[in-house]
């Protein structure tokens, strides 16, 4: 089996000349590989990506981080800027605490949100999740609706599989099986029947 992949990730794809490679020791470069390539794979579908999320954020991140810089640049010397320094602190624990839950949340185990496809009948896009627990080599990827809440939204989906059905022995990713199994998801959460290439 092994071999074949091998194969496969040589002669498959005359196209993609830099074969994606993981380190086979590390699982947070394993799933990174992953995530960008389903992220990829979805998006190559047609779906756009929801950077509002991420843009909200970003937002909050930089007032943090100017909240710090005003505290450590006041003008005036610690007793004096007591009061100033305190609500400051509180101000800053409030923000980070907000961006915590935001993560906890909305986000979970999020790698991608998309807007609606363009020109369907649905209001609500997608998001995409996975997981690969810390020792382990169970890979699991999740469809699920934006909002799960709308009339358009759909039960979600995932597959959960061993990380080894789609890397060969030097940790070269084989595309076209990872391709097929996310494109496989995304049918069956959109309800469309495979088709034969």
């Known amino acids: ?18 074969p ?3 380190n086979l020791m590390d ?12 992220t990829e794979i979805v ?16 937002f909050m991140g ?18 004096e800027n ?3 320094l305190i609500g400051c602190i509180m101000l800053y624990i409030a923000l980070n ?3 915590q839950l935001i993560t906890y949340s909305k986000e979970k185990n999020a790698i991608l949100f998309t807007y609606p496809l363009p020109g369907s009948f649905n209001s609500t896009g997608l998001v995409v999740s996975s997981k690969l627990p810390r020792f382990s080599d169970i890979y699991t990827l999740s469809v ?29 990713l084989v595309e076209g099986l990872f391709s097929k199994d996310v494109d496989g998801l995304i049918n069956q959460y959109s309800g469309e029947s495979r088709k034969n290439k």
């Not at 947070?28 to 389903?38: N, Q, R, V």
């Not at 579908?45 to 970003?58: I, K, T, W």
């Open 1 to 18: 089996m092994q071999e074949k992949k091998g194969e496969m990730a040589s002669n498959g794809d005359s196209s993609n000349k830099n």
């Open 20 to 22: 994606k490679k993981a």
């Open 27 to 38: 699982p947070h470069s394993i799933k990174h590989l992953l995530d960008e390539t389903a």
């Open 43 to 58: 998006t190559s579908r047609g779906y756009v990506e929801d950077v509002r999320m991420s843009n909200v954020r970003l």
């Open 62 to 79: 930089a007032i943090i981080i100017i909240i710090a810089l005003v505290a450590q640049f006041y003008p005036k010397k610690f007793p």
């Open 82 to 84: 007591r009061d100033f």
């Open 97 to 99: 605490g907000l961006l």
């Open 144 to 172: 699920a609706s934006a909002d799960p809440k709308s009339v358009s939204a759909k039960k979600p989906v995932q597959f959960t599989k061993s990380v080894t059905q789609w890397f060969t022995n030097d940790g070269v």
